[in-house]
């Protein structure tokens, strides 16, 4: 019998691996299916990423993009997938492209035109735009929010496949929040559509629960799903001021629990084991750890630890005993997990809007003009290498990794990183 491609032999392993997450999406070891990749945490533990890289080292292909955004690609198996837009408020055209990542080609693109005109308030186009949502996909369908226009479900092919609005408000910053998936359901955090957090049947995109507040109004963080100690999912959602535990089945509130982030909250939320983190606000913002201790009625859930300071846009990342952010101001900074106190602030530069990104023992920072930096995943947060591209567009795309592959989009182009 002759021997398989190792490529084979990686999709054999992949596809006996396949794992039914408390998110109800099943992921192979290869992919990176949705905002932060599996269990939304921004970690991976591939040993291939390359830690240096530039226009002539490490760089497998460049795409240019048909449009600017905001939003991180994903990677289902052989396809990298990733929005942008065209147009204005009034008139937005959004993209969904599907990219072959062995050849850096376009497999498929597909448009959806606004069904209505998107808020434009101050600086809001020239900033984070109207494409800033990242898809999640099951390996069956891509489910993906454009605002206004809803959502939209496509196949692997590009197929659309229904479109269900969530709403047609207007927050002053527009929608960011990121599309999650549970069971049979797509959770959406519809902050400016309506205020309202959604959830929509996967297969013919019909209502499940939906559950309004007006804080939601400036949640722009994407939800997440955990255990608690009693093993019970719960869907846990950052708003200015507290965090709050919905059961994901239904959408009523479990608990919440008061903490420091003021202004919008905007990182999303990190977990280990049944400890939450959140991060967020501006002024100067605040940070807390709390207990899922398996409550559910709807009371306040004391924090184990609360304090001021935060990053205002980026999510940080959590190693075994820190957590580790960048500012929109280029500080990078390191916490004590268990106590919340500040163990590191150093500049670093630039202005960092995409997430971190821990892999293995190192953390990979995509600043908005300045590149990447990677640092050690320690208190003293070594710098190890700054990467360059000469792209001088905006990266606040939070990076995506796949099978020795690192996916960067700027509000031009999409890049695939590999070590030579």
């Known amino acids: 019998m002759n021997a398989a491609s190792p490529r084979l032999c990686r999709l054999l392993v992949a596809s006996v691996m396949l794992t039914l997450l408390g998110s109800g999406s099943w992921l192979s070891a290869e992919d990176w299916r949705g905002f932060r990749g599996p269990q939304s945490q921004g970690v991976s533990s591939d040993e291939k990423i390359p830690v ?3 226009t002539e080292k490490n760089l497998k292909w460049k795409l240019d993009l048909p449009g600017k955004g905001f939003s991180s690609p994903i990677v289902v198996g052989d396809q990298v997938l990733v929005t942008c837009y065209t147009g204005t408020a009034a008139s937005v055209t959004r993209h969904l492209v599907s990219v072959n990542r062995q050849t850096g080609t376009t497999d ?37 929010l454009f605002g206004k226009t809803g959502v ?40 400016s559509e309506s205020q309202s957090i959604v959830s929509l049947n996967k297969s013919d995109g019909e209502q499940v629960w939906s559950t309004k507040a007006s804080s939601l109004g400036r949640s722009y963080a994407t939800p997440l799903l955990m255990k608690n100690k009693a093993g019970i999912e719960e869907l846990l959602v950052s708003v200015v001021s507290e965090v709050w535990s919905l059961n994901p089945g239904s959408g009523k509130l479990n608990w919440y629990s008061l903490n420091s982030v003021d202004t919008n909250a905007c ?21 807390a750890a709390i207990q899922l201790d398996g409550q559910s009625d709807a009371g306040e859930a004391k924090p184990l630890w609360s304090t001021t300071g935060g ?62 930096y990677v640092l050690s995943a320690t208190p003293e947060m070594s710098q190890l290498a700054h990467n360059k591209l000469g792209d001088e567009s905006d990266f606040s795309g939070s990076p995506a990794v796949s099978d020795g592959q690192l996916f960067l989009r700027s509000d031009k182009a999409l890049y695939c990183l590999q070590e030579e």
């Open 52 to 54: 240096e890289w530039g």
């Open 311 to 372: 990053s205002y846009v980026s999510s940080p990342v959590l190693t075994e005993n820190h957590l580790y952010w960048f500012t929109e101001r280029g500080m990078a900074v390191c916490v004590d997990a268990k106590t919340g106190k500040e163990v590191t602030r150093k500049r670093v530069g630039g202005q960092f809007y995409a997430s971190a990104l821990l892999v293995k023992d190192k953390i990979y920072a995509v600043s908005r003009y300045g590149g990447t």
């Open 267 to 287: 990182p999303s939320l990190v977990q280990k084991g049944t400890m939450v983190y959140v991060i967020g606000g501006r002024g100067p913002g605040g940070r």
């Open 108 to 144: 498929w693109a597909t448009k959806v035109e606004s069904k209505i005109a998107e808020a434009g308030g101050p600086a809001f186009g020239a900033s984070h735009g109207f494409a800033s949502h990242t898809p999640v996909s099951d390996g069956k369908n891509i489910y993906v």
């Open 152 to 191: 939209v479900c496509f196949d692997m092919a590009g197929k659309q496949i229904w479109t269900k609005s969530v709403g047609t408000g207007a927050a002053m910053f527009g929608s960011a929040a990121s599309p999650i998936l549970y069971k049979d359901q797509v959770i959406v955090t519809a902050a």
